[in-house]
């Protein structure tokens, strides 16, 4: 999971891409990249860093990122987290084509042999599955002038052999700003408009529309499953869709990972969460649950608990402060950081759980980590009973799309039900929502939901391979750390 932008048509693209990716930073910490185009001399310049948005730029580092064109990238690693050389945005000089990816191919180590046989001179410099896209629309567009239908042409035999998921923006060396979506739209990616009052006009493509409302964009509209679009430094825009499957946006997305001010699939994530939020309140009824106070995890499961307070008329505390210079853990790089980053990012008012029963809302478990401190110190601060509930069903399968779910083993809910996982995480009651709560709260009929059903919507056939090369590329960085 990745966070992307891209500008064309201001001399400020940089600085927009920079604003742009600190708000979102949320959708990887572990490094960020911009690249722009200079038609002066119409070369690429680009600067990448290890680290947080902040402090891989500088004023300084801006102003050299000169042209009317950028792409911007902030990484989420799920393999070889500490290599520099899977910064993106990723770059063909040759071909004058650069690109920044969000979302995982899971055929990519197929794809790359494939691409090598055809062409043993093919360039890799890195293992990422970024670059095998890279490489198709280089192979596709081989001595060919870069049109908008010829780039279409290349995504499209692209789109024939990608399986997994992928939004993409990317620019040309003649400053054209260009992006897509896979068939199936697991990823999210966004394009909007922006007048500067001299009958110009501004486009971006961002994975949120928080990056493109703070910076001022209107006309938002969403990239379709499979479509392609393609906008000029003269303001043309073409747009095409190429290929589309059965739609399945990922549900993790309003679940956890988008900001609330975001809006998916017309869907604001602070309405699906509070959905979420209500369609659980009734199963806590069900279930004849009673409780005193209803603490919400920061910061993801704040809208879902407000509305289990309000349904359930208990009131809702923020009794766990989180503190603000911890990031998120969930995205940490294994379990022992993760463990060691929860014990320093919350603390519990002790003097206001003393006695109470106590509901805990969480937006999702996913390895228990969290939950597991998080009960031990509600528990320490006196609590007379634990109910953790979690708006999401139980993630107990791989996911294969660009999620960091590493494998089954990993998952707190992978072979143990309800009970089990309580026992496991130190509860008195875990309650889950289940899978037609959650496509009734997110109004889609069709979602990923495989991590919670085993329902792909791609083949994952080849992710098996993924799995394997990914756990060996962790135990390599585990060693390397010791």
């Given amino acids: 999971m990745c966070g992307l932008i891209g500008i064309v048509g201001t001399d400020d693209s940089a600085y927009e891409s920079f604003v742009g990716l600190l708000n979102l930073q949320h959708r990887g910490q572990d490094g960020a990249g911009i690249l722009t185009v200079d038609t002066k001399r119409y070369q690429f310049n680009i600067q990448k860093g290890s680290g947080l948005v902040e402090n891989v730029f500088s004023e300084r580092s801006l102003r050299s990122l000169r042209g009317p064109a950028a792409i911007g990238h902030t990484r989420y690693a799920t393999i070889g987290r500490r290599d520099p050389n899977l910064l993106q945005p990723f770059l063909d000089d040759e071909s004058g084509i650069a690109i920044g990816h969000n979302g995982n191919i899971v055929n990519c180590y197929q794809l790359k042999e494939e691409l090598l046989k055809a062409d043993p001179n093919t360039c890799f410099a890195s293992e990422s599955d970024s670059e095998v896209i890279l490489q198709l629309l280089v192979a596709a567009l081989a001595n060919k002038k870069i049109t908008a239908e010829g780039l279409f042409a290349a995504i499209a035999l692209a ?81 095409k869709t190429i290929m589309t499957k059965t739609y399945s946006p990922c549900m993790f997305e309003w679940v956890y990972f988008a900001r609330v001010e975001s809006e998916m699939s017309e869907l604001p994530v602070y309405q699906a969460r509070f959905n979420l939020g209500l369609i659980l309140a009734d199963e806590i009824k069900k279930r004849g649950v009673e409780a005193d106070v209803v603490i919400p995890v920061p910061e993801t499961s704040r809208v879902a608990a407000a ?28 379990q022992a950081a993760r463990q060691e980053a929860i014990k320093r990012k919350l603390f519990p008012i002790a003097k206001e ?130």
């Fill in 307 to 334: 509305a289990i307070a309000e349904s359930l008329d208990i009131p809702c505390r923020e009794l766990l402060i989180k503190n603000r210079y911890v990031n998120r853990t969930f995205i940490l790089d294994d």
């Fill in 159 to 239: 789109m024939e052999k990608l399986v997994g998921s992928y939004a993409v923006v990317g620019l040309t060396k003649d400053c054209s700003l260009f992006g897509f979506r896979d068939p199936w739209g697991i990823r999210p990616l966004f394009v909007g408009k922006k007048e500067t009052g001299n009958a110009n006009s501004v486009y971006a493509m961002a994975s949120e529309t928080v990056a493109l409302d703070y910076l001022g964009y209107t006309d938002i509209q969403e990239v379709a499953p499979g479509e392609a679009v393609f906008i000029s430094l003269d303001q043309k825009v073409k747009r």
């Fill in 353 to 482: 759980i003393a006695g109470k029963r106590c509901l805990v809302v969480d937006d999702s478990i996913v390895r228990g980590n969290t939950a597991l401190q998080i009960i031990k110190l509600i528990r320490a601060a006196g609590a007379k009973e634990i109910v953790l509930v979690s708006t999401c069903p139980p993630i107990s399968s791989p996911c294969y799309y660009g999620i960091d779910f590493p494998s089954s083993s990993e998952l707190v809910a992978h072979g143990r039900d309800e009970l089990s996982v309580a026992s496991e995480l130190a509860a008195d009651k875990v309650i889950y929502q289940s899978v037609e709560g959650l496509k009734k709260a997110l109004g889609q009929t069709s979602l990923c939901t495989g991590c919670v059903t085993q329902d792909y919507p791609t083949d994952i056939s080849c992710g098996v391979e993924f799995e394997e090369k990914r756990a060996v590329d962790r135990k390599k960085q585990l060693s390397e750390s010791r």
